[in-house]
């Protein structure tokens, strides 16, 4: 057993490289390192630094592999609303690309990384694998593209194949990787936090307990490992559900994570208020009882503990 | 106002060319003529033979031109079931450097050929624009991204857009261009029936009126129309809706069609019956009020005249 991690030295795919390992399975990393870091990838884990739109690439990485975690792609659904036709090459072709190169190559099993953005903003409260997809940008309509190739392909050839919804991923599993992304809350407020500054918190209208919008934060660790369950059933011939959501089933409200944030990082600060943010809802949680039942799958971090795992990676990233 | 038809050598893209040079609007195609033929280009329509994936081909086609109209692609839905990363790439990755080539060369407007394939089975017997997309083959869902794609490009760029979703395109307005297709009802009367063979009706357990699945068939010609008032519209400025179903509004049945086939052909025949095939609905009628408002559009053809154009065409076909 050995598994192809695309996107490997990106921030969920170094976890999930490590959780690979830990779990005494081989792993290859591929990643082109528009946004990942090499010095992510462990030692000993052989590395091709190539773009999955470069099929020779892809077709040696895939060289005695057995199976294939798919992360690679253009991550950030904000700019994506600026740069859709990147966003389509990055990850809708590349994909195309790679299910090309593993039918060529006889390789069988995929695990893809997909995202909560395929919901777009869900009306019902409570997520699960059930609601209707309603992508509202270009990435949110990639992922759920990549569901749909994986479930075409399955169709025409033999493919083995699963797609885990990640909802908000946060925290750190090593000190030494994380992601000084300006587009998630944990890094923000890490950052504002690191340079003396107080974090805003957008909506204190929300018909919420407190009044902060509230979503569903998974430990990056956690969720890795929910990968390795996946491939490993996936090799052992279970057939998994299509999707599955990776969410805690809890919800966490900004206010909340604010707390926890001056707990863990022994910050007095009084965070700012400001007006909603257009298109955020209130509270999305999802329901992960699938993912629960077949891939080992539950939360395992407090909240301040995954505040305090990004707090002490931040140093990393920033 | 120049225009350029991707896939204008196909059976309706020859069909929307000719449209074109009928309103006195100059056409130039692109075409590689993987199912179009290079005799259906009419003489004087420049005429550049090369895939879209070209992307120098594709600027070179573009020197000049005012807006697109897209149509070309892979378009059976049936066969992209077993071919669904060769439908991908040539119907959305290739509409994206399309989009692309568009957007270096500043050219602001395009029809896009969409399908009722977006639809899948309605379950609704009178499709709206309303009716919720849920593609069912690689080719619905390629409409369907098409679809996206136009809107995404239009949030992130200038462009005046408009797709048309083709219910059943049915006969010719020329009797020098039809098209063979195996997988289309009228073609396949016309092939048995110039065989002295016996077409079939799949299905006569339909809860309609004779039995029999009711369909709603769209004379090309008139379709081909549509694409020119769309294109009139968007170059004038209007704003169009993002999608227009080009349904007659009525449906009809497949023992209306052989009806029809006997009394055009003079051929005196009794169809023979065969269970339903699995997935075809019973009725699916479009409504085309939104087409009627704004493009002009309406059905012009009987059943009969439809079927007689076909049958006058086919030898061209066949």
Redesign the interface.
């Known amino acids: 057993m050995t598994w192809l991690v695309t996107g490997g030295a990106g921030y969920i795919g170094a976890h999930v490289v490590r959780a690979f390992r830990d779990g005494g399975i081989d792993v290859v990393v591929i990643d082109d390192l528009s946004s990942g870091k090499a010095e992510f990838v462990p030692d000993g884990v052989p590395f091709v630094r190539a773009n999955l739109l470069d099929g020779a690439a892809v077709r040696q990485a895939l060289d005695g592999v057995t199976g294939v975690v798919h992360l690679a792609g253009f991550k950030y659904a904000g700019v994506s ?5 990147h966003t ?2 990055q990850n ?2 590349a994909m ?1 690309s790679l ?2 190169a593993m ?1 060529e190559k006889g390789v069988r099993n995929i695990v893809f990384s997909s995202s909560a953005g395929v919901y777009g903003t869900p009306t019902e409260e409570v997520v699960t694998e059930a609601t209707r997809p309603a992508p509202e940008s ?1 990435y949110g ?1 990639s992922k759920l ?1 990549g569901e ?2 994986l479930r ?2 399955a ?2 050839t033999e493919l083995h194949h699963t797609a885990l919804r990640y909802f908000n991923v946060v925290g750190s599993g090593d000190p030494a990787v994380y992601d000084a992304s300006p587009y998630n809350l944990f890094p923000i407020v890490c950052n504002l936090l690191t340079q003396g500054k107080v974090p805003q918190i957008y909506g204190t209208d929300h018909p919420t307990p407190d009044g902060t919008s509230v979503k569903d934060y998974v430990h990056v660790a956690d969720l890795a490992r929910a990968h390795v369950a996946a491939a490993r059933a996936l090799e052992a011939g279970t057939v998994l559900e299509p999707v599955y959501n990776l969410g805690s089933g809890t919800g966490t409200s900004v206010r909340e994570i604010m707390d926890a944030a001056r707990r863990v990082t022994g910050i007095d600060f009084t965070p700012g208020e400001a007006p909603r943010r257009p298109g955020d809802p209130s509270r999305v949680v999802a329901n992960g009882d699938l993912a629960a039942r077949d891939l080992d799958w539950k939360n395992t971090y407090t909240v301040d503990e995954m505040f305090a795992t990004a707090w002490e990676a931040w140093p990393t990233a920033s």
């Not at 609303?81 to 036709?85: A, F, G």
């Open positions: 609303v600026e740069r859709p036709l389509y090459t809708v072709t195309v299910l090309e039918a270009p309509e593209i749909w190739l075409d392909q169709a025409a």
